[in-house]
């Protein structure tokens, strides 16, 4: 029997950071626990990622697999509208990006949630299982 | 006892690098801690300072233009100032990029410095050669591949700077030299070059150099690898944040890696941050290029030795790549930028009914820019230069939005004229505007370029600061 899985934000089984060179992004995905990893193997495609940066121009999205050390790195093309030279956003870099990345959904099991997390122990209002 | 005597052997081999700063514009008060660190522990260190971003060189460039004294890094002497003395009582070596488009001018400055200090017999060496302004007009040069899509337009080059590899450096530190300066410089190879003249590595020895630019990739960003640009509360949680010690690397000679940080600070160096500056700017972790070799991180595996300790094992090194990559600078036009904020009930419907009379007065003028307008409060720093975020936005009313407004055009006054129709917004703009701010600024475009090594010559002047001073 399959374990039940709740969908929550990636942000609360998992963090990153997003890094630039030149008009292409990288942003590295890291479950805080280190069996979360297959789940989101098969969770977080390059095609979910591509999507939610479709609307800044993307035009491709590689994902490299480091199962050592249980983390993806997402590398996105021509997301950051000319890059931090040319682009007109606040954020040049992309640096924030990370943080878009962290708010895609999963389905997860509660025991991979961050301990301190809202799902981590109750249902919280509104979400859905 | 047992312990005693393995702790012994290991430390016997072991040479450490600090860091001292991961950008031009970090806390200049970071380096102290890691130097009273590395003389704390009593063994051979050196100390490393990486200063120059992508655009760093060619605002440099543009400051030496107005003043041929200057164009290095301006936070040089605060950066310097508290620890020179201290590392050269200790022997640690000073390396840093912190000559940005004048190697020369920040040599001198160091001297100057140590003069002041008492400390005239200090040696300093600085690398020229990354400068390859006169290798551009070449029509044969290829665009690194991330850079395709950048168009230069018809901009005038400002500055051309090739990523030296450590060779360079390691000269220097053979002649003696106590403070090696450098422009620019492949990131890691800034700790490549101390780890290299320090156990006299062969520079074709891949394992051990992958350890050493594995150390060099990890502690370039400073504060990164050890709780910046990391705590996330309630996730991520780190000490002291406001005191963070900046990264220590400590390298075998056999080609180990640990990483830490300085003592009696605040911050944490983990699983966690080790990853996520593992992975910081790298496309293919089974090839990351630097000037010395192509680093596979594949391998790579952590394990958490102690409180802020990192053993990094498994990496490996392949030949380094026939031709460097050379960071073109161009003049880009002008940025024009305006805020404006409102607050309180029907916030969102004001911002939305700015927004509209700004891109209108744009339009009913004919000043001819790139515009975008970031509605800051709901949706700015993830959305598009359309707006597809902030105009689908649906979330709750929002208490405070600033407005802001970004047009870059090649025009400097058409521009500056684009940003201040949000100044205008103050006595034209909808009820309750307020705290307008504008400024109009140069921009800058760079475009990477590899070329072939071959091309490109490194030299090295080494003199004592008595000397360079005058």
């Known amino acids: ?129 | 006892m047992q312990a005693a005597e393995e702790i012994v052997a290991v430390d016997a081999g072991l040479f450490l690098v600090g860091n001292g700063a991961g950008f031009s514009g970090d806390r200049v008060d970071a380096p102290v801690p890691v130097v009273r660190t590395l003389r704390a522990r009593g063994l051979p260190a050196a100390l490393f300072f990486e200063v120059l971003g992508e655009r760093t060189v060619a605002l440099a460039q543009l400051e030496r233009q107005r003043d041929p004294e200057r164009g290095y890094e301006p936070m040089l002497e605060r950066l310097l100032e508290p620890v020179l003395a201290d590392c050269i009582e200790g022997g640690i070596r000073i390396i840093g990029n912190f000559g940005g488009a004048n190697p020369e001018g920040a040599a001198r400055c160091i001297a100057r410095l140590a003069n002041r200090q008492g400390l005239a017999g200090t040696r300093i060496a600085f690398v020229e050669g990354d400068d390859v302004r006169h290798l551009m007009a070449a029509d044969d040069l290829e665009v690194y591949e991330a850079d395709a899509g950048i168009d230069v337009a018809d901009g005038a080059l400002v500055a051309a700077n090739a990523y030296l590899d450590a060779t360079p450096l390691v000269e220097a530190l053979r002649m003696g030299a106590d403070v090696v300066v450098t422009g620019r410089t492949g990131d890691p190879s800034l700790v490549v070059a101390p780890v290299v003249h320090h156990f006299g590595w062969d520079q074709d020895d891949w394992t051990r150099l992958a350890a050493a630019t594995t150390a060099g990739h990890l502690l370039e960003c400073g504060a990164q690898l050890a709780g910046g640009v990391f705590f996330d509360p309630g996730y991520k949680d780190v000490p002291d944040p406001a005191n963070i010690g900046f990264p220590i690397a400590e390298i075998g000679a056999d080609g180990s890696l640990l990483v830490t940080k300085a003592d009696d600070t605040g911050g944490a160096v983990d699983l966690r941050s080790v990853k996520e500056q593992l992975l910081y700017e790298v496309h293919d972790p089974a090839a990351y290029v630097t000037p010395d070799l192509v680093l596979d991180m594949t391998g790579i595996e952590l394990d958490q030795e102690g409180p802020d300790r990192v053993r990094v094992r498994g990496m490996r090194g392949a030949p380094r790549p026939a031709r460097l990559k050379v960071t073109a600078s161009f003049e880009g036009g002008f940025l024009g930028e305006g805020e404006v904020s409102v607050a309180g009930p029907n916030a969102l419907a004001r911002a939305r009914a700015a927004v509209d009379v700004l891109r209108r007065r744009i339009a009913m003028r004919g000043l001819q820019v790139r515009l975008r307008i970031d509605l800051i409060g709901v949706d700015s720093v993830h959305d598009s230069d359309d707006g597809a975020l902030a105009r689908a936005f649906a979330g709750n009313e929002p208490h405070d939005i600033r407005i802001r407004l970004a047009a870059a055009g090649a025009d400097a006054d058409t521009v500056d004229q684009a940003a201040r129709e949000v100044l205008a917004l103050l006595c034209c703009g909808p009820a309750g505007t307020g705290g307008a701010r504008w400024r109009t600024t140069r921009r800058i475009v760079t475009r990477s370029y590899l070329v072939d090594r071959a091309a490109i010559e490194a030299k090295v002047h080494c003199a004592a600061a008595r000397e360079l001073a005058n």
């Open chain 1, 1 to 129: 029997m399959s374990e039940e899985r709740i969908t929550i934000p990636l942000h609360e089984v998992a963090h990153g950071r997003a890094g630039d060179k030149g008009n292409r992004l990288n942003i590295s995905l890291i479950p805080y626990r280190a069996e979360a990893w297959p789940l989101l193997a098969e969770q977080v495609t390059a095609e979910r990622v591509h999507d939610l940066f479709r609307h800044r121009g993307a035009t491709g999205v590689v994902r490299h697999d480091l199962p050592l050390l249980h983390a993806f790195n997402f590398v996105i093309d021509d997301v950051l509208e000319g890059g931090v030279n040319t682009a007109l956003n606040l954020d040049g870099h992309g640096k924030t990006q990370s943080f878009r990345l962290l708010a895609l959904t999963v389905r997860m099991p509660r025991r991979y949630v961050h301990p301190n997390s809202p799902y981590a122990k109750t249902e919280p209002e509104g979400a859905t299982a």
